[in-house]
């Protein structure tokens, strides 16, 4: 089946701090791959998406590249700020199917 | 746009009793919904996904009498929980999948509920 297996947190960076969060996934086919955020008491957004190999996506500093060989989405972001708290999540479709699978989640809190 | 207004955000309710959960699109047609239950500090786990004017598709485990979905139109659906109890108690989100974008699909704010 797919899943999709993500990084576990907690994770608590300063302001302007490197941030990854890793992800990995098990699919049949060729999905396309997603991250989602979740702020406190919000439901989720979607910030990137790339739905080919080596297609990378971005969105407010964030970037995830898909990497087929090491079937692999991990998410960076050079600078993070204490408005990038939240939950993210990594998560996978495949064609002709349009659910979505989920990775665990990766709360990441930033301080000022 | 492709806005999903969820409601309502927040339910307390007594064990016995059951409560409904709206998701409305707003500005699209929604043919297809994902009702989606997050426990704390944990992930999204698809309960059903419903489609406008036929039955919904329950995830393998999920008690379909427990947990109506009815999809009536392409602008609501509706996720019943029936005779709630304690282990009810969880976060209640759902999702649209929005055509002509790919493959975008769009969020209710989601509902926690607590049964008491």
């Known amino acids: 089946g797919n899943s999709v297996t993500q990084m576990e947190g907690p994770v608590t960076l300063s302001e302007e701090a490197f941030l990854t969060i890793n992800c990995t996934y098990t699919a049949t086919g060729y999905p396309s791959l997603f991250w989602y955020v979740q702020y406190p008491g919000e439901g989720l957004q979607l910030l990137l998406k790339?739905?080919?190999?080596?297609d990378k996506g971005s969105n407010k500093g964030f970037e995830a590249t898909y990497r087929k060989e090491t079937t692999s989405f991990h998410l960076e972001k050079g600078s993070v700020q204490v408005s990038d708290s939240a939950v993210y999540f990594c998560?996978?479709?495949?064609?002709?199917?349009?659910?979505?699978?989920f990775g665990a989640g990766t709360t990441v809190t930033v301080r000022a | 746009g492709a806005v999903v207004s969820q409601h309502p955000s927040w339910v307390i309710c007594k064990s016995g009793t059951s409560v409904k959960i709206e998701c409305r699109s707003l500005d699209f047609q929604a043919t297809t919904m994902f009702w989606y239950r997050q426990f704390p500090k944990q992930s999204l786990m698809l309960m059903a996904t419903?489609?406008?004017?036929?039955?919904?598709?329950?995830e393998q485990g999920v008690e379909k009498d427990k947990f109506l979905i009815n999809h009536a139109s392409l602008t609501l659906s509706t996720l019943t929980v029936t005779s709630a109890h304690p282990e009810d108690s969880s976060f209640y989100i759902c999702?649209?999948?929005?055509?002509?974008?790919?493959?975008?699909?769009?969020f209710g704010s989601g509902t926690r509920l607590t049964v008491v």
């Open positions: 999702s649209a999948r929005v055509l002509g974008s790919g493959y975008g699909y769009t």
């Open positions: 419903s489609n406008e004017g036929s039955k919904a598709t329950y």
């Open positions: 998560a996978l479709s495949v064609p002709n199917d349009y659910k979505l699978s």
């Open positions: 790339a739905t080919k190999a080596d």
